[in-house]
């Protein structure tokens, strides 16, 4: 029993798996009349051909008409036939099991019930054949009446878009109204929509302006609603449409079954770019001191959210005054204000114009509109056009001659210079300034600079020049205002340099507005020639003995020069030069000097260990004496001294007033010492780089030698790169105690320094380079102590002869390492590559048999 029970559910079930199934949408169904209506209807689980027919009915009451069939082409009811002829009634296939019943254009008539059936092609009858569904069609009652907005609203205003909807009330249809604009005439952008379900929809380029408050819908009373969009900006601009729609709910999903679209009316948006002007009263002329006062006008179109930032410039650069849009002012001093008259007058005030207030005036605006959300941007900028403002100079006007009241007769008199201003207008508050200036008057150099003495600025302070400021500070020139427009210069000693051209320069300053005092008129007198007769020039002779004659070296030579001069002022000071020549008529080398402030300096005495040998000393009021000891045979010569005389003024420099050379004295001794020579050999001529080469110097004595340590030498080597150079380079030395000296090296190679007895001496080059090859050359400078004083001389340099050293190029050792590590790379290349052929022969090339094609497959490809 219970088995037959599980074997009739089991049948059961697979019988209900296959039962014909014809669905058509769920009613009642709500159509506007004069709107197209389609009814679908699809049928399931079905047996037979895939593509299924299908007939409709309608029923009005108990009256049944057959409406259309996909099958049969006679099936439709004779009252129908024209509806069908004219295609106003038809079936749309959209698959073997779908169609659609389509009416174009609904009418009231056409509310009944649709029942779809579909003829049975299944071996058992199993299911339903057919399905019904009520329609219901409705007057058309949609009346859309938009009121036409303002056609033209400036950027930062508000429009409204107020739309009429009316329709009549019927249980189960929803009114939903959207608004948007048209860009161009195929570009609809949708702003927002509200309903049908009582809430807003809106859409993506609206998001962001929605939420910050600029659209704003505004629902009246289920007849009136309206749109506000605000902060309205350029691209705003266009045609603006209104649509109603009238909806209904099938199982939740919302259905529109009528949208009328209206032309609500075209919108321009003026920007205020377009709308805005500033304009600045035209131009005026004032004098100096005298106030401006300039006026900005702005004009605009009314926006209730425009704010002004206003710039005043001076000639387009200079900024005069700045006020923000939050009311700050900036740029402004005490001569400057910057005040708002109105909401769009601005004006800027200038106390105390002078010259540099003179220009072109402008005003740049910039106007600012508050967005949505608070956001504040900048809608528009202008600049004025320049208004030209003209000062006028009240200087004063004043003319200036110069004199000499006191004029020196000779050299040391005083002088008197004045300056006098005359014919004065216009003076008021300004005040007075001297500048006297110098120019001398030798060789009649005309484009020479004048020089400035001293000046009285605007303060009345004194302000030397650089080359009388030492004059000045010790008395010796005064500047002085005698009287209000009377100066004054005086030289209270005049000397041969004051002869020339001097000339006074007067110039008026005046408060500024600024409190300080600025530069108005300057006025330059004339050249006026000062000259005074000389007295006789100084005239001195210097006269040189030998006090103390050097006889031998190592001796002491001394000897004294005394001047004898005439005509010379009180006050003067010697200075001495000592001077010596190797013969007469050859160039003079100078030893030592005594200046006027009597500071020994030593000139060209380049021995350091013979400093304190040489002595130069004041004697007497015109003698000094010059003094050497342990003369050496280098001393041997002609000396002189050259003297000077010397005048000084309080805070001045030393003038000299005279010169004198004397006569020449001269240190002749015999040297009865040996002679010297020394010569160089080389061990090679030609060297290879990074080799050695060796030098070889030999110092030989001719006559009676001295003794080994009474000799030294000092060793110097040369190098010329280029063969008979004059100014070969040093390359190492060492002194007489074998301290040696090389010079810095740019390159790799070194050199050093080796005695190998006490008269030959070697030169080692390491590690060779091309900047080594040339010829070398050595001079040796003896040192003989002397057996009875133990005193050291000099004896004459003596140079050797040039020796020639070659730097060969090694072509085969800079070459031999490249050619092996090419060789070695090209084999190993070789041998890899070998290497990798076989392997890849050995595992990729294999013979491989080909499985020949399914003839399953070839017969799939040939059904399909």
């Known amino acids: 029993m219970g088995k037959t029970r599980t074997l009739i559910l089991l049948w059961a079930a697979v019988g209900l798996c296959h039962c014909r199934v014809v669905t058509v949408p769920k009613g009642p169904l709500l159509r506007v009349e004069g709107q197209p209506l389609s009814l679908r209807c699809d049928v399931s689980d079905y047996e037979g051909p895939k593509e299924q027919d299908f007939e409709w009915t309608v029923t009005r009451g108990t009256e049944t008409a057959n409406v259309i069939s996909t099958f049969d082409p006679m099936f439709s009811d004779r009252s129908l036939e024209d509806r069908i002829r004219s295609g106003d009634i038809s079936v749309m ?59 033209v609203v400036p950027e930062g205003g508000s429009i409204r878009l107020l739309c009429n909807v009316s329709h009549n ?27 049908p379900d009582l809430g807003v929809t809106v859409g993506d380029s609206s998001m962001q302006r929605y939420t910050d408050g600029g659209i704003r819908p505004e629902m009246g009373n289920g007849v009136s609603h309206s ?18 729609g009238l909806w209904t709910r099938q199982q939740g999903v919302w259905d529109r079954i009528q949208e009328k679209s209206v032309e609500m009316g075209e919108v321009a948006v003026t920007p205020t770019a377009n709308s805005l002007t500033v304009q600045v009263q035209d131009s005026t002329t004032l004098s100096s001191g005298d106030t401006l006062l300039l006026t900005c006008s702005i004009t605009t179109d009314d926006v209730p959210t425009v704010d002004l930032e206003v710039t005043w410039l001076l000639n387009t650069t200079r900024v005069l005054a700045h006020l923000g849009r939050d009311g700050v002012l900036a740029n402004t001093s005490d001569v400057v204000e910057m005040r708002r008259l109105g909401k769009w007058d601005f004006q800027i005030k200038i106390h105390s114009t002078d010259m540099s207030d003179m220009g072109l005036y402008s005003c740049k605006v910039s106007a600012w509109i508050q967005h949505n959300g608070g956001r504040w941007y900048k809608a528009a900028e202008k600049i004025s056009a320049p208004v030209r403002v003209h000062v006028t100079k009240q200087n004063p006007v004043y003319t200036v001659v110069l004199d000499t009241p006191v004029t020196a007769r000779f050299s040391g008199d005083p002088t008197e210079l004045e300056c006098k201003v005359t014919n004065v207008s216009n003076l008021h508050r300004a005040r007075l300034g001297v500048s006297w200036f ?10 020479a600079a004048a020089q400035t003495i001293a000046s009285l600025d605007d303060n009345g302070t004194l302000v030397p020049g650089k080359s009388y400021r030492g004059r000045i500070e010790a008395g010796l020139i005064i500047v002085t205002r005698t009287e209000p427009y009377t100066f004054k210069l005086r030289l209270l000693h005049t000397t041969d340099a004051d002869a020339g051209e001097y000339s006074c320069g007067v110039t008026a300053w005046i408060p500024s507005r600024h409190g300080n005092l600025k530069k108005v008129a300057e006025f330059l007198t004339p050249a006026l020639k000062v000259s005074f007769a000389k007295k ?74 013979r400093r304190d040998s040489l002595m130069l000393v004041k004697s007497g009021k015109k003698e000094f004496q ?36 004397s006569n020449k004295v001269q240190i002749a001794f015999e040297h009865r010492g040996p002679t010297f020579d020394v010569s160089i050999d080389s061990d090679t001529t030609s060297v290879y780089p990074w080799e050695t080469a060796k030098m070889e110097c030999d110092v030989s004595v001719t006559g009676t030698p001295p003794a080994t340590d009474d000799v030294a030498y000092e060793m110097k080597w040369f190098l010329s790169r280029l063969r008979g150079s004059n100014s070969p380079s040093l390359l190492a030395s060492m002194d007489r105690w074998g301290v040696v000296h090389k010079m810095p090296r740019n390159d790799s190679s070194d050199c050093s320094l080796e005695r190998m007895g006490p008269q030959t001496f070697t ?23 002397s057996t009875t004083t133990g005193a050291w001389s000099k004896a004459p340099d003596v140079t050797s002869k040039r020796v020639f050293l070659n730097v060969k190029f090694a072509l085969w050792d800079s070459m031999k390492l490249p050619l092996l590590y090419g060789i070695c790379a090209s084999v190993t290349v070789g041998v890899v590559s070998l290497i990798l052929g076989l392997i890849c022969a050995h595992c990729c090339c294999k013979n491989t048999t080909p499985t020949p094609r399914s003839r399953t497959k070839l017969m799939e490809l040939e059904m399909d």
């Open 93 to 151: 296939r959209l698959g073997d099991n779908v169609v659609e019943l389509r009416i174009k254009e609904a009418r009231v008539t056409d509310s009944a019930t649709y029942s779809c059936s579909t003829p049975s092609t299944d071996s058992v009858i199993n299911g339903n054949y057919d399905a019904t569904v009520q329609l219901q069609v409705v007057p058309n009652s949609l009346i859309v009446a938009p009121e036409a907005p303002n056609p």
């Open 169 to 195: 009330f019927i249980e189960g249809i929803y009114l939903s109204v959207t608004w948007s604009v048209m860009k161009g005439p195929f570009l609809l952008k949708e702003l927002i929509t509200f309903g």
């Open 227 to 244: 749109l506000v969009l605000s902060g309205v900006l350029p691209e705003d601009q266009g045609m603006y449409v209104c649509a109603a």
């Open 438 to 447: 110098y120019k001398g008057a030798l060789h009649g150099d005309d484009t």
């Open 536 to 609: 006789p020039g100084a005239v001195m002779g210097v006269v040189a003995r030998r006090l103390r004659e050097a006889t031998a070296a190592g001796s002491t030579f001394e000897m004294s020069c005394q001047a004898n001069t005439q005509n010379l002022p009180q006050g003067f000071g010697f200075s001495i030069l000592i001077l010596s020549e190797e013969a007469v008529g050859s160039p003079s080398r100078k030893l030592a000097s005594l200046g006027p402030d009597m500071v020994l300096r030593l000139e060209d005495w380049g021995e350091p260990g």
């Open 626 to 661: 010059f003094r050497i000891q342990g003369v050496q045979v280098t001393d041997r010569g002609f000396y002189s001294c050259e003297m000077r005389a010397w005048t000084k003024q309080p805070g001045e420099d030393w003038v000299e007033m005279a010169k004198g050379v």
């Open 763 to 785: 030169l080692n080059i390491h590690s060779t380079q091309d900047s080594n090859a040339g010829e070398y050359h050595c001079t040796a400078t003896p040192w003989i102590r």
